[in-house]
């Protein structure tokens, strides 16, 4: 009778919880990934196809593999922290779902790109908490820079800094007594004329600085003000190097015009990068001595 009351029991016990768990975790995942991949099927194409057409966002192909790597290799730290899902994560994804609205009816591309770092912000934050989103704040951050900048914001700064190397550039030639004159962003030869256009501006060279800046704060300096510093020494290094560029540019022209504007012109961009790497690279150095 005890053995018969024993098997009736076995039978209608429930299912072992910790078998049921792991496929109710991946439904879970896979039914977050498939709402995001619905909402940014025709954002995430839009993004890739701009870093193929624009050099100056092509570093963006970079950015998310560089993110995921990091992130793998802190997975230690960010599981170390308890799990803690914390409902108010609810207000970031909202946050999210409204960037992308707003980019959505205005027809502004960086408002909808951008809502998806806010949105696995969110996630992170409202399944994990906000110890592992902290620990999560960098490859986030870095995520963000993929994005490009704004148009608006393009052109706003595109232009003084047009300006900003024609002038300086005009006031080096000269120095070196070279027979120049400046007319807004057109620098006058003795032979021809360039004309400061907005690729070469600095902006892109920026862009790319302040990106590596930050990979190389946060993988070679350990205090945050260090890697602050960093970041904001990357402008003026990055305005600096374009400078020398356009000055470069200009002494090549009047020496011979085909010989400026055919293979140093296209060389020269990607010079004015390992030039600015190899100065940021000096100064991260610097200010770890002095500030770590």
């Known amino acids: 009778m005890a053995a018969t009351a024993t098997a009736d029991l076995e039978r209608v016990k429930p299912p072992d919880s910790r078998k049921a768990g792991p496929s109710l975790l991946w439904l879970q995942v896979a039914l977050v990934v498939g709402l995001i991949a619905a909402l940014f099927w025709s954002v995430v194409p839009a993004l890739v196809l701009d870093w193929w057409e624009d050099p ?19 997975r230690n730290l960010t599981f170390a922290q308890p799990q803690a899902p914390d409902g108010r994560g609810l207000l970031l994804i909202l946050t999210a779902c409204i960037v992308f609205l707003v980019g959505k009816l205005g027809a502004e591309f960086f408002l909808t790109r951008i809502s998806l770092v806010i ?153 004015v990068f390992l030039a600015g790497f190899g100065i940021v690279w000096a100064v991260a150095k610097g200010l770890r001595a002095l500030l770590d």
């Open 56 to 74: 100056g966002t092509s570093h963006g192909f970079l950015i998310p593999p560089l993110a995921l790597y990091i992130a793998w290799t802190r």
């Open 119 to 271: 949105l696995l912000a969110g996630l992170a934050w409202t399944f994990w908490g906000a110890g592992r989103l902290q620990t999560l704040a960098f490859p986030l951050v870095l995520l963000a820079t993929m994005v490009p900048l704004p148009v608006i914001v393009y052109n706003v700064l595109a232009a003084p800094l047009q300006l900003f190397a024609s002038n300086v550039s005009t006031d080096i030639l000269q120095f070196f007594a070279m027979p120049v004159y400046r007319e807004g962003n057109v620098i006058h030869l003795a032979e021809t004329s360039l004309a400061v256009a907005e690729a070469c501006s600095g902006l892109r060279s920026l862009s790319s600085l302040a990106v590596l800046s930050l990979l190389v704060g946060f993988l070679y300096c350990s205090r945050f003000r260090t890697r602050a510093a960093l970041f904001l020494l990357a402008i003026p290094i990055a305005i600096g190097v374009n400078v020398l560029r356009v000055t470069g540019t200009a002494f090549l022209a009047d020496y011979d015009q085909q010989l400026a504007l055919g293979f140093y012109h296209s060389f020269s961009g990607w010079l």
